[in-house]
């Protein structure tokens, strides 16, 4: 076997409660969305820019009954391997940024408009 390619993830991973009677709220979407943004000035954005990432992704899951995770995952360019406690730093910056805005309303009616046109233009396959 010959490797395609070589793979460098770091994962943070964070225990949360179970958000089932929050399902209206999607705040593990909600949170995803603002982790995972790929515009100018988000997180990803500057890890790019310095090199040390290619990708993140963010997103939480149920686990069993009243618990779940919620994972932040980058895919670390070599250089990245040598920046992993700045990118730990960084993303915790982030989550400090979304923790001290708190939710906002705006966002929350963006994401449930894309949702919304997401199921009316969905493609139904035959």
């Not at 894309?114 to 969905?122: A, D, G, N, Q």
């Amino acid at each position: 076997l010959v490797p395609v390619k070589d793979l460098r993830y770091l994962t943070l991973m964070f225990p949360m409660k179970d958000y089932k009677d929050e399902y209206r709220a999607q705040p593990a979407h909600y949170i995803s969305h603002l982790i995972g943004h790929e515009g100018p000035g988000s997180l990803l954005s500057e890890l790019k820019r310095l090199g040390w990432v290619s990708s993140l992704s963010a997103g939480g899951r149920l686990i069993a009954n009243g618990f779940g995770v919620f994972n932040i995952s980058v895919d670390l360019s070599e250089e990245g391997l040598k920046h992993t406690d700045d990118i730990i730093r960084l993303i915790f910056n982030e989550i400090g940024l979304v923790k001290s805005n708190g939710p906002l309303r705006w966002i929350h009616d963006e994401l449930k408009q894309l949702v919304e046109t997401k199921f009316r233009f969905k493609v139904i396959v035959a």
